[in-house]
């Protein structure tokens, strides 16, 4: 019976990671057109897909919307 019930908690959790949704973010990115396209605006300073080149008016947030 334990044995079973192993079994059934390893089907679940396959199940469970094979339907986790995956990120769609790409960053870090070429230009604030493909950020946009990935639904990034705003992005802070600080965050792993800010970059300088995406800042226009040095304010601290890249590609804004």
Sequence with gaps: ???VLIAAAFVCLAAAIGAAPTASASGPYANCTEAHQDGRYDIPQGDP????GG???HDGIACES
């Design 1 to 3: 019976m334990f044995r």
């Design 49 to 52: 897909d800010y970059w300088n």
């Design 55 to 57: 800042d226009r008016d």
